[in-house]
């Protein structure tokens, strides 16, 4: 459920209507609901009800700070990825407790940056890495606290970009070697392990390979405690998936997934994490875009928008399905059309659907990418020289931009032309 919703004939943003938003910001934009975001921060925050928990929002999926802060403020701890991450989180407030540390190729600036400013884990993801990591560690007299990242093997049924959890992605240790690596952990000072990170993938429409990978999770705890490691903490990642159609069979429910983990490691004493970033943010926000031009071809309509793989591309990059809907809201009974809706950039893969039955529009209406709202502006780029699209935060009847949309003279002057030239 989100709070996009048409009322009176015109799609709205919880009480805003969308096109208000449009007049004043311009199009494209990302447009974000505070209602939703909250909404579902507790489906999972209240679904560990019972656990001890920390729900640590996976921000790679919307950095913008003001959604941070949204989450911060509900008590949501962080997941970061980088430099940059960790530097966001913590300019909204988020203290470094709240913070854990992910990702496969963290440097050794990264982690004293993390170390100096406060963290709850590291999740380690290879040897390499623990060495470093205990190198810089004692070198700043600290006793950092870490998880290793098992890879269960098992297979996350999801597009192949974004599974994670298999042996041949670069992520985690094989559990197979998990003992091995966690005894050469204990032996290292500047860490203190205390317990195990497990993410299969992204965009999970099955609790089957969650049950499957936490089987393993909940046994190497059992074989870790009994080899004297003191397992108290467990991460099970994010990924769970959002209904992207409405017309397919709607993936778990953050209740269900929620409810899988207390069964299976409920019994264990364990401290329970989770970092979902998806299904946080990405039905919290919708990508407005303005029509251009619709161009008739041979065998085909072409719906040209403002908008363009720069601003959404999951489309060109994962084939992904968003569905793309008519901002005036079509009336009863109003046939629909077919097209191919691409955007201006200049190559073909700038398609956003080909085929697509959808509302009929004209040049100049406005329409709502659907389910935009993760991994939507933070994967953006200026590619064409467009500026990054602004993104707007809704709350009830008001509405302010979180990050405006720069000027040309900003965009070129980043550009440094050396005197020598
Ligand atoms: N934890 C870790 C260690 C991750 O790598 C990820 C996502 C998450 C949590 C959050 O997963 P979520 O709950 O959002 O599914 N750009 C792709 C998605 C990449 C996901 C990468 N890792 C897309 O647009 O579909």
């Known amino acids: 459920m989100d709070h996009f919703l048409y009322r009176d004939g015109v799609l709205h943003a919880e009480e805003v209507p969308v096109p208000e938003i449009a007049a004043t910001v311009g199009t494209p934009f990302y447009l974000y609901s505070r209602a939703t975001l909250e909404r579902h921060f507790r489906l999972f925050d209240e679904g560990l009800e019972g656990l001890e928990h920390l729900v640590c929002y996976a921000m790679k999926a919307n950095s913008n700070q003001a959604v941070l802060k949204v989450l911060a403020d509900m008590g949501a701890g962080m997941d970061v990825v980088s430099g940059g991450e960790y530097a966001r989180a913590r300019a909204v407030g988020v203290p470094g407790e709240r913070i854990v540390f992910s990702g496969v190729g963290k440097t050794r600036a990264e982690m004293v940056q993390a170390i100096e400013g406060g963290i709850r ?97 909940v046994e190497l705890t059992g074989q870790l405690r009994a080899d004297g490691h003191d397992i108290r903490r467990l991460d099970l990642g994010g990924g769970l998936g959002i209904p992207y159609e409405r017309s397919n069979e709607a993936p778990p429910l953050p209740v269900e997934f929620c409810n899988l983990i207390k069964e299976k490691v409920g019994h264990l004493d364990v401290e329970v994490e989770i970092e979902p970033g998806r299904l946080i943010a990405g039905n919290a926000g919708v990508l407005i875009s303005k029509v251009i031009y619709v161009k008739e071809g041979e065998d085909r309509n072409f719906l040209i928008l403002d908008s363009a793989m720069n601003d959404l591309v999951r489309p060109a990059m994962y084939e992904s399905f968003h569905e793309i809907i008519a ?44 389910s935009a709202g993760a991994y939507g502006a933070v994967m953006a780029s200026e590619y064409n020289s467009r500026p990054l699209i602004p993104e707007v935060l809704v709350d009830g009847h008001q509405f302010a931009v979180i990050r405006p949309r720069p000027t040309y003279e900003e965009l070129i002057n980043r550009d440094i032309v050396p005197s020598w030239l």
Request: negative net charge; proline residues 6%; charged residues 25%.
């Open 121 to 217: 884990q590291f999740n380690l993801e290879s040897e390499p890495e623990m060495t470093v990591l205990n190198e810089v560690a004692v070198g700043l007299g600290a006793v950092v606290p870490v998880t290793i990242r098992v890879n269960p093997d098992v297979d996350a049924k999801t597009h192949e970009k974004i599974s994670t959890g298999k042996a041949e992605n670069k992520f985690g240790i094989p559990i197979a070697r998990a003992r091995e690596v966690y005894a050469e952990a204990a032996e290292l000072p500047g860490l203190d392990v205390i317990g195990i990170d497990c993410h299969i993938g992204s965009q999970l429409t099955d609790l089957a390979p969650y049950a499957e990978a936490f089987d393993l999770v």
């Open 327 to 370: 901002v005036n809201e079509p009336t009863a009974g109003a046939e629909k059309a077919r097209y191919d809706v691409v955007g201006p950039v200049c190559e073909s893969g700038d398609t956003f659907a080909k085929g697509r039955v959808m509302d009929e529009v004209a040049a100049g209406d406005f329409v709502a990418f659907r």
